[in-house]
């Protein structure tokens, strides 16, 4: 199953895990995965039915930029990238 590795803003929705695997075959099945054991955790990641502009996703050390409609394996790592902003 794949691995999504939870950002640090995040984990107090997963009970401080840094990490967990949920069976999905693609970054939109693996989200809805983890809403389903971490309610909230979707509104963070998203606005309406898309990532938020403010992440990237990450898949097996690459940008994906296909973002939700990634295609991901049992091995697939998933990482979640927030953009931090100020100055």
Known sequence: M????IPTPL???TRGKAS??????????????LEAVFPGIRERLCEGDK??????VMVDG????????EK???????????AISGG
């Open 2 to 5: 794949p691995t999504i590795f």
């Open 11 to 13: 984990r107090e929705l």
């Open 20 to 33: 967990v695997t949920v069976s999905a075959s693609s970054v939109r099945e693996a989200i809805q995965s």
């Open 51 to 56: 990532i938020r502009p403010n992440i990237s």
């Open 62 to 69: 690459q940008v994906s930029h296909l973002r939700m409609r």
């Open 72 to 82: 991901l394996s049992k091995e697939s790592e998933v990482h979640f990238v927030i």
